[in-house]
């Protein structure tokens, strides 16, 4: 199973800010956030990463809470090429696999 | 630089056939990963390989199989194909290892191969 719980869609308004929340509640000290998404027959994307400190690239932002149980992934001007479905990964060591979830599919509303 | 390029774009294929896909990883990059996407299950982890040897497996049957080259290249093969097999396979290519890697061992994608058992 998924170590990482998500909404399995959401609505944003194009031109605000799309906030993708990501449940994470057993995950390890050392263990990373990862974000990717995957717009329509493309390759997921890498969006952004961190531990436990707030992450902002050109892309996003990545907000971890303090006890590291969830994040969000902050989109802030959300455009129409932003629709996808967006994955959050946490590296499960002990297992070591990577398991993706289902994901979120954000729709971009003109 | 180049990025992942994965072949063929699309195949058919009958049941109890086999299949090998190939995928070319970014240059310098010495770990190929394979994903498969179908609708209903969404990107599931099939196998890692890192400098020729397969670090790690998801949760796959043993007709899902693969191999990396010493030029970092990789193939996956699929036999006694089912109607279930039909998907998106997906590889990406990294410089370490997805499973060592850490912070700052992003993966990239290719395009995938789309796969369509009859």
Known sequence: ??????????DCAEGRAANLPCNHSTISGNEYVYWYRQIHSQGPQYIIHGLKNNETNEMASLIITEDRKSST??????TLRDTAVYY????????????????TRLHILP | ??????????????RGQQVTLSCSPISGHRSVSWYQQTPGQGLQFLFEYFSETQRNKGNFPGRFSGRQFSNSRSEMNVSTLELGDSALYLCASSRLSILSG???NE????????????
């Open chain 1, 1 to 10: 199973d998924a170590k990482t719980t998500q909404p399995p869609s959401m």
């Open chain 1, 73 to 78: 992934l902050i989109l802030p001007h959300a």
């Open chain 1, 88 to 103: 959050c990964i946490v590296r499960v060591e002990e297992d070591d696999k990577i398991i993706f979830g289902k994901g």
């Open chain 2, 1 to 14: 630089k180049a990025g992942v390029t994965q072949t063929p774009r699309y195949l058919i294929k009958t």
């Open chain 2, 102 to 104: 850490g912070a700052t």
């Open chain 2, 107 to 118: 993966q990239f994608f290719g395009p995938g191969t789309r796969l369509t058992v009859l």
